[in-house]
């Protein structure tokens, strides 16, 4: 089993900056891939970016030059730093992990984002 633990959500107006982090435990693995999805109210679940242990990166169109996902190994934890923030990124975003074996999901974090 696989627990993730997210936090740093909140309210933010347009334009600012909030950082996601995601602290990662159990059967991690050596490979894996961590990544953040978003859910708005009425819309389906959208990945928003990902990153392999190898450092490999993919984004979804909406967030590129604007959000940057990392990863710090030795905490096994995952960051989502949010910078230019929309109205539209208004989700309720979830950690996420793959391990090869199976996929986790956090609680998820909701951020709000104001006009």
């Known amino acids: 089993q696989v627990q993730l633990v997210e936090s740093g959500g909140g309210l933010v107006q347009a334009g600012g900056s909030l950082r996601l982090s995601c602290a990662a435990s159990?059967?991690?693995?050596?490979?894996?891939?961590m990544g953040w999805y978003r859910q708005a109210p009425g819309k389906q679940r959208d990945l928003v970016a990902t990153i392999t242990t190898s450092g490999r990166t993919t984004y979804a169109d909406s967030v590129k030059g604007r959000f940057t996902i990392s990863r710090d190994g030795a905490k096994n934890t995952v960051y989502l730093q949010m910078n230019s923030l929309k109205p539209e990124d208004t989700a309720v975003y979830y950690c996420?992990?793959?391990?090869?074996?199976?996929?986790?999901w956090g609680q998820g974090t909701q951020v709000t984002v104001s006009s």
């Open positions: 159990g059967s991690i693995f050596s490979r894996n891939t």
């Open positions: 996420a992990l793959n391990n090869l074996v199976n996929n986790y």
